[in-house]
């Protein structure tokens, strides 16, 4: 008898703790934004300053044709089944007119997927998959930064120059691990035929037991090594290579390990000259990311990581397409947003008409050891513009909306 | 150079002897800190029987502890005398645990302490992240062993070969203490039988925290002596605590050269596996404990466990079907649940919809851990199977939204046909973790079997069609579903196959002594149970419109577990009660607050203490003490109390 009951009360305490859903008050705008707070804070927690930033610059301008932004932001968990509760939540009940965020690929997909249902604009900030753009990709989504394809483009530019044959790849064994092994072989083969690639290990993400697999890569002996694990792994990887000797006269290739967020715990044991796409703050002398800096560390008085200019930019580029949509419509936010250009702190980007994705760049460079800190050196932004590849090719890759 | 293909390279380029003797030297070095873990929790759970999900938590406040003390003294003695007090600091936190919250609960349902440790575990997630911060730490390294050893070519880490030397060091002193100790003398006679322990006058109180500080401290040490190696970071705890808990279980349960033995297996099986398969290690350790467990159902070093001996100062209440008063309410309540879309949002409706959902789920578990006595730590394999089951037949076959759901949780009943056939053979922890390396190998198939499964991808764009789009619809489809399920499940608790489940849960040799076939009996239920997950799951696919390889994940089967346990695991309507506090808690934590972690696990324990039996077990005790007599429940209370350690 009492579990019944018990549902419907249940249940009822359940509805009072939402149906306090604020109704969208006239005057001001909603975002709904959802990300891995509890998951991954170390990447999460600038994401969340970036943000924070970006509101209160945009509505210190007058808000969005005169009406105030407000975000209301979510925890995901790090799960896609949360993602779609929380999603589901903005939504239904805080009625906002876009959704945004997500970091992890499978969420950022759920979260697509669920947008595209409910017919919900969505502004994808940090996911990196292909997927989200090209083979699942779907006329409610747009991506904000740069793809695995268009870092693996970038990385392979510099890569084919180096006299490497021999290459081994180490990547986390996920989704984002195998595309980005695969795509970047996939380019590198194209421009060098000559390479072979000798040994390839992929540690299960988060849990890499990394005395044995960089005792395997230095067997095979390869001339280049392929690295895509990040975060804890990452350090463990280096630790281990360092000790062992792994990188000592091989030349390293290495996704996102420029970003301070994953740079900045290896301290005194960053391995120098490693080729990596990042973000090396303390060397962009832009008047664009000048301002951003400035602001971001009177704000906070804390140094911005990659995580800060992707939260940033991504409520940037929201209020932008609000302005213009004039409208919180999604047909007429998707109509606003395709071919729209605007500034950011890595200068001007625009979302392609063609597969929603912007051209955010990335700076690629090489990591040194400066002061007993890991930081990057000569680096260049590229363009995510000349990273992606023909109209033609990426019409095949995506369905028809 | 002029290979041209992978398997002429490696064929071409054979390592020489020395890496395979360095790489078995760092497999073995990868097995101090899992055996300096596993030794603590084994000795544990040899002697208190608590399973302690918290040991996880425990490795990584020792890390985290050791880091802070290591970087504010420097030197060698700084360094290693860190570590030490690190472990002791952490050994004092486990100490206040196990007197503040463990001691109320000994004589709780078993397992009703992993409730506990839950939460804890939960808690210390958060509270970690509000100390030490966000960032990924990185500790110094230990001063003298900083380099590596040239061996033939090939570098050794110093600090591998003081990690190789130190678990041996700590077997042989733990091989003392007990040998050797009277202290140690107790703790063998109470991992044999507790009970006999305490009769005979040992102050067990003093022996079960003594025995937490000890298993306490070596996870800490463990963690510690990571630092050089590791990044510290608040994931760490997840990382470590289920291979632990399998490499205690391979190497049999309280046995600690068991744990030993078991660490280095698993750590150089990885070690020379990579060499031939990259990709092995995300599935290994449970491949070897599920071959181990089918061929030594207890463990490498582990014996048959003892007839247990019930709990004494138990009273339960005796099972019985709802009187027709109480049917009457059941629907009442079940009406006024369908009522809810005339005054509730959307929001709110789907969110009803995945607390009905998982009524279910946490019904079909109830079902086999309450009823049947058999506790599934990978519950969700056919939840998740019932998903997946789902989307291939939504997306793949095409097949309409009724057929799929009426065929998609087969693939549940099919999973569980066949891995319920190997985990009956088992019993107690055992059986839990043999489920839990079939549900982690369904996991990792769904993970790694990209082109099927859409690997982490997912597969997507499972929606429901139109007639059950709108959230109403959905959710009186879901409501539907969880009241004919948990009724169909409380038809069979009553029926006589319900009553010969009870019989082999309260005693197995008794039930086959009446005639009863108890694994025959126990895999039925083991299928149904698993089919009534996979309707839950397949309901799931379509409320969330894609399907990922965590339906199937480790955290769903405890969310399951937690579920039962919350709501009373001796009870027959607890789990119901227990889905809807714990996920309606959940996702309204989730949605308010980014430390839901911290005030879930903080929710968790409070129940813990004030509902040592669960929610509906207190209540139900609160209504029969103010109903009847004592003398009535006496009677009945001395056949229902033996089901307690069975509940294992």
Known sequence: MRRSYLLGAGLAIAVTGMANAAMAQSGEIKIGEINSYSLLPAFTEPYRKGWQLAVEEVNAAGGINGKKLVVVSKDDGGKPADATTAANELVSSENVAMLTGTFLSNIGLAVSDFANQKKVFFLAAEPLTDAITWSKGNRYTFRLRPSNYMQAAMLVEEAAKLPAKRWATIAPNYEYGQSAVAVFKKLMSEKRPDIVWVDEQWPPQGKIDAGPVVQAVAAANPEAILNVTFGADLVKLVREGNTRGLFKNRSVVSFLTGEPEYLDPLKDETPEGWIVTGYPWYDIKTPDHDKFLKAYQAKFNDYPRLGSIVGYQTIKAAAAILAKANSTDPEKLIAATEGLSMPSPFGEITFRKIDHQSTLGAYVGKTALKDGKGVMVNSVYRKGTDYLPSDAEVEKLRPKD | ?648
Do not use: C
């Open chain 2, 1 to 648: 150079m002029d290979e041209t293909t992978d398997t002429e390279t490696r064929a071409s380029k054979r390592p020489p002897m020395a890496f395979y003797f360095v790489q078995f030297l760092t497999g073995l070095a990868s097995a101090a800190s899992l055996f300096l873990v596993a030794s603590g929790l084994s000795i544990i759970f040899g002697v208190t029987r608590i399973v302690n999900f918290a040991h996880g938590a425990f490795y990584m406040l020792g890390a985290y502890v050791a880091f802070t003390l290591t970087e504010r003294f420097s030197g060698a003695l700084g360094f290693w005398g860190g570590i030490v007090v690190a472990a002791l600091v952490v050994a004092v936190v486990g100490v206040i645990v196990e007197m503040v919250l463990l001691r109320r609960i000994y004589h709780a349902p078993e397992l009703f302490q992993l409730l506990a440790t839950f939460g804890l575990t939960l808690m210390v997630e958060d509270l970690v992240v509000l100390i030490w911060g966000p960032d990924d730490l990185l500790g110094r390294r230990a001063p003298g062993f900083k380099g590596a050893v040239d061996f033939f070519g090939q570098n050794i880490p110093t600090y591998d070969l003081f990690l190789i030397a130190i678990s041996p060091i700590v077997l042989g002193g733990l091989w003392l203490l007990f040998q050797r100790t009277r202290w140690g003398v107790l703790v063998r006679a109470a991992t044999q039988d507790r009970d006999m322990v305490a009769a005979l006058g040992v102050n067990q109180k003093w022996l079960f925290t003594s025995v937490f500080a000890l298993g306490v401290f070596l996870a800490a040490l463990g963690g510690a002596l990571q630092i050089p190696r590791d990044a510290v970071h608040h994931a760490l705890d997840l990382r470590i605590i289920v291979d632990v808990f399998v490499v205690v279980v391979i190497g049999g349960l309280g046995s600690i050269i068991g744990a030993f033995v078991a660490a280095v297996l698993v750590s150089e099986l990885n070690a020379f596996g990579i060499l031939i398969f990259p990709k092995i290690s995300i599935i290994l350790v449970f491949l070897v404990m599920a071959v181990v467990l089918i061929v030594r159902p207890w463990g490498l070093f582990g014996k048959p466990e003892a007839a247990a001996r019930r709990t004494p100062g138990l009273t339960v209440n005796p099972w019985r079907p709802l009187t027709t008063n109480e049917r009457w309410l059941a629907m009442a309540g079940l009406a006024v649940a369908a009522m809810l879309p005339l005054f509730a949002g959307n929001y709110a409706l789907t969110v009803g919809s995945e607390i009905a959902i998982f009524v279910i789920f946490a019904a079909s578990l109830h079902f086999l851990m309450s009823v049947g006595g058999l506790a599934s730590f990978g519950h969700a394999a056919y939840f998740g199977l019932g998903a997946y089951g789902v989307a291939f037949l939504a997306k793949m076959a095409g097949l309409p939204m009724i057929v799929s759901l009426l065929v998609g949780p087969l693939l549940g009943l099919v999973g569980a046909a066949i891995f319920g056939f190997f985990a009956v053979q088992l019993s107690g922890v055992y059986f839990a973790m043999l489920t839990l390396a079939f549900a982690q190998i369904v996991w990792s198939i769904a993970f790694q079997w990209v082109t099927v499964t859409g690997g982490d991808n997912g597969i997507l764009g499972v929606w429901p069609e139109k007639w059950a789009a709108g959230p109403a619809s959905f959710y009186w489809l879901s409501l539907g579903v969880a009241a004919i399920a948990v009724a169909i499940l409380r038809v069979i608790v009553f029926s006589p196959f319900g009553f010969a489940l009870r019989a082999t849960r309260d005693s197995l040799l008794r039930s086959e002594a009446i005639g009863i076939d108890g694994k025959r009996v126990q895999w039925t239920a083991f299928v149904i149970a698993g089919t009534v997950a996979g309707f839950a799951g397949s309901l799931f696919a379509y409320l969330k419109g894609s399907v990922f390889p965590d339906s199937l994940g480790i955290s769903l089967s405890v969310d399951a577990l937690v579920m039962v346990l919350l709501g009373g695991v001796e009870t027959v309507s607890g789990a119901v009660v227990g889905a809807i506090v714990f996920k309606a808690l959940n996702i309204w934590l989730v949605s308010q607050t980014d430390l839901s972690k911290l005030v879930l696990g903080g929710f968790v324990v409070l129940i813990v203490v004030a509902f040592p039996k669960g929610i509906v077990g207190v209540l139900e005790t609160i209504r029969n003490r103010r109903k009847s007599s004592s003398s009535e429940s006496s009677s009945k209370s001395s056949l229902a109390t033996s089901r307690i350690e069975t509940a294992e």
